[in-house]
Every structure is written in structure tokens, then in C-alpha cells.
């Protein structure tokens, strides 16, 4: 067994949940590799399952190389865990991926007559289904309505891609997205019933406010505390839309991009019915005067001095229907605690998360950061650590607001 070491734990490594990946006969058969790998660097355990159609693309061994157990025809066994009873007991979720139909239909069918499929009925933990055929074969009634069956008894279906598959055809039947399948098994062993139905809004990145066609005033936010919040939301089990001046790419949620204070106001608007506003954006606290096309340097030999006028407090002039959570970036320490409890008042809100800059805590761009979070009744300091790990705590203070 080869073991993967994540760069740094996160911060739902302590639980140590453990995955049974169950791997059917499909030419994509080759991704649960990769998927392995994916769910070891989260610090997931993970247990392997094969069917005899996986068996002709690929070895028992070159699975045992990679996660912690594998269970196939090959070696199941009743003098140890081996089999479709014991096997899956440990397990806290099933993913079945890359599904082929002809699983997939006995599966909803209840066809046990391997121990592929016995293991799987015998299995009591949530299940996630990622499915990989043609696309006629995947359309086909029959599949159709395996597929309705199992997601009406509690089965999460992770659709499949429309793209070139492995036939030659372009149609539905690719298996899914790596990160997307990881994203749905994340939130499927994490949601919180808290979170069900709520609607999380985060904003993120800095703000550019121009000054001619091609110089704008700007701050070096990196928008990443703002996606651990999104991330963390959405794992949690929320609805979550990320409003961001930084693109990413492969995210399970929506996302806007805006470029200036007024493009985020405008999205704000529209989105004021939530129960969470989560405000990380750092937003120019000033505009300049706009001068169209571009300044030229000869024009301005004695220098150019630009007059600054103050931008509105987006935070505070929101009319958000939900809990409002602020972020102030501070550098005073001595002062920095004060200022935050006179913004909380000033702008009306639930809770406000302060990051003071020092020599130990870098300013921005960092995966790292320590904050203090502070309520009208309360104060609490949270020391260093991933920003995934501080996006969690600060989620489970929003339960408490």
C-alpha cells in the first residue's frame, strides 16, 4: 500500500472518514487511479472494489498499490474482511465510479450474482454514482429508469460530460469531472442539516477602480480566504454563490466576476434575500477621477496628481435580509480589536472576522492566516492555520449567530 502525503491536512482530516470506491467495467476505468489519489491527498482512507468487468482492463495488484484493501471474485475470502458482508461495514460512503449500465442495472435491480454487486446492496452507507457509457446505452430506458430508482431510494447521481467518448461518438456518457466527483463526496460526508436549504453569499478579491484605460487603483487581495469560505459552505451542505474579482476554475457552485465597486454592488442586489453574507472582498475605499484613454507621461512632466474621493461602505449601505459577517484588514495591533468592535456597531453587523497583519501573519496571497472573531457577546482567537481549516470555524460560528 502506497501512502499519500497531503501537503497539509485539512481540516476535515481529523475525522478520517473511509471511502469504498466501487469500479465496474467501463474504458474509464483507468480515472479511479487518479480518483484514489485525489481522495488520499484529502486524507481519506480508501477501500477498492472490482468487478470482474474491471478485471479485464486492469490488475487486482496495481489497485492494492494504491489504497488500503481491494475486494474482488479473485480473492474473497470468509476467514477475513474479504467479502460482501464485512467488507463495506467500516465504509462512510460508497462511490461508484466509473458505473457502467450493466451495473448500474442490476444494482437498481437487486441482481446480486456477483460479489461486485452483493457487496454493494450489502452496503449501508451513502451512496454516489458517477456513471461512463454511450450515450445511447446510458439514455436507453432501462438505464434511465435504474437511475431514477436508485437516486428516489437516496442515491447522488454526479451527472455524466457530454463530450468525445471512447467510441468515437460525441454525445452524454463521460464520466464526470474528478474534482466534481471529489466535491459531491466531500459534501455528502460533511453536509451539516443546519446548512440544508441555506443561502450562503461570499465576496471576495479586491476591487480595481480606474484611473484611465489601462491604471487603476487596486489592493493585493488573492480572493482565497473567499473560496475556502465558498468551498466550506458548500461541503457543509448550503447553497452557495461566490461573488469574485479572481477567476477559478472547477467549482462545484456559482460564481460572478466583477471588476470594480459598482459591478458588485449591482450583484449584491440581486442576490440580498440570503442567510449568510460573508463580505471578504476588499473593496477600494477610494475612486480617482476617470480619464479616458491613456494619460501620457509627457503631458504630466511636472507629475500628476490625482484627486481621491471616498468610495461607498458597500458592507454598510447593503440592505442583506440575512446575518452579515464583515472582514477587517488591520495593522495597529494595539487599537486593532477596538476598530473591530466599532465597525461591528457602525455597520449593523452579526459577526466580524479581523486579520492583523504582522511580521508572522502575511498580509495577502497566503494559504495561512490567524483571525479573531468577534460578536457582540463574544471574542475568539484563532491561531494560525490554512485558511481552509479558519473557513470551517468561522462557518461554525455562523450556526451560533
Not at 454514482?129 to 431510494?153: D, E, G
Not at 474579482?245 to 458588485?264: G, I, M, T
Not at 453587523?349 to 457582540?376: H, P, Y
Request: glycine share 6%; with cysteine.
Amino acid at each position: 500500500m502506497r501512502e499519500f502525503e497531503p501537503k497539509f491536512m485539512p481540516f476535515w482530516s481529523k475525522k478520517m472518514k473511509k471511502i469504498l470506491l466501487a469500479v465496474s467495467g467501463s474504458i474509464a476505468f483507468y480515472k479511479a487511479y487518479e480518483l484514489i489519489s485525489l481522495f488520499k491527498k484529502e486524507g481519506f482512507k480508501v477501500k477498492v472494489l472490482l468487478s470482474d468487468g474491471a478485471l479485464k482492463f486492469a490488475s487486482k495488484m496495481s489497485f492494492e498499490a494504491l489504497c488500503d484493501s481491494v475486494l474482488c471474485s479473485e480473492n474473497e475470502s470468509w476467514e477475513n474482511d474479504k467479502n460482501h458482508i464485512a467488507f463495506s461495514k467500516d465504509c462512510d460512503i460508497l462511490v461508484f465510479a466509473p458505473a457502467s449500465v450493466n451495473s448500474i442495472n442490476k444494482l437498481a435491480q437487486g441482481i446480486s450474482d456477483t460479489v461486485f454487486i452483493q457487496t454493494l446492496i450489502a452496503a449501508s452507507a451513502p451512496l454516489v454514482i458517477a456513471p461512463a457509457a454511450n450515450t445511447r446505452m446510458l439514455k436507453h430506458f432501462s438505464t434511465q429508469n435504474s437511475l431514477k430508482l436508485l437516486q428516489k431510494n437516496g442515491a447522488v447521481v454526479v451527472e455524466p460530460e457530454c463530450k468525445l467518448l471512447a467510441c468515437g461518438e460525441t454525445g452524454v456518457g463521460g464520466l464526470a469531472e474528478l474534482w466534481r466527483i471529489l466535491a459531491v463526496v466531500k459534501r455528502e460526508l460533511f453536509k451539516d442539516e443546519f446548512f440544508a436549504g441555506k443561502n450562503v453569499l461570499v465576496t471576495g478579491g479586491g476591487t480595481k477602480e480606474k484611473i484611465d484605460e489601462v491604471r487603476f487603483i487596486g489592493n493585493f487581495s488573492s480572493g482565497k480566504m473567499a473560496k475556502a469560505l465558498a468551498d466550506s459552505f458548500f461541503t457543509l451542505g448550503a447553497s452557495v454563490r461566490l461573488l469574485s474579482s479572481v477567476p477559478f476554475e472547477n467549482l462545484p457552485y456559482e460564481c460572478e466576476l466583477f471588476e470594480n465597486a459598482d459591478e458588485l454592488e449591482n450583484l449584491m442586489k440581486k442576490y440580498q434575500n440570503g442567510d449568510f453574507l460573508l463580505m471578504c472582498a476588499a473593496v477600494s475605499d477610494f475612486g480617482a477621477k476617470f480619464y479616458a484613454g491613456k494619460l501620457k507621461k509627457n503631458d504630466f512632466e511636472k507629475g500628476l496628481t490625482l484627486n481621491l474621493s471616498p468610495k461607498k461602505d458597500l458592507l454598510k449601505a447593503c440592505k442583506f435580509k440575512g446575518k452579515k459577517i464583515g472582514f477587517k484588514l488591520e495593522f495597529d495591533a494595539q487599537n486593532a480589536v477596538q476598530n473591530a468592535k466599532n465597525a461591528l456597531k457602525e455597520k449593523a453587523l452579526d459577526m466580524i472576522c479581523l486579520n492583523v497583519i504582522s511580521k508572522d501573519n502575511a498580509a495577502f496571497g497566503s494559504d495561512f492566516n490567524a483571525l479573531t472573531l468577534i460578536t457582540q457577546d463574544d471574542i475568539s482567537e484563532l491561531s494560525r492555520k490554512s485558511k481552509g481549516e479558519l473557513a470551517l470555524e468561522i462557518a461554525r460560528w455562523c450556526k451560533r449567530l
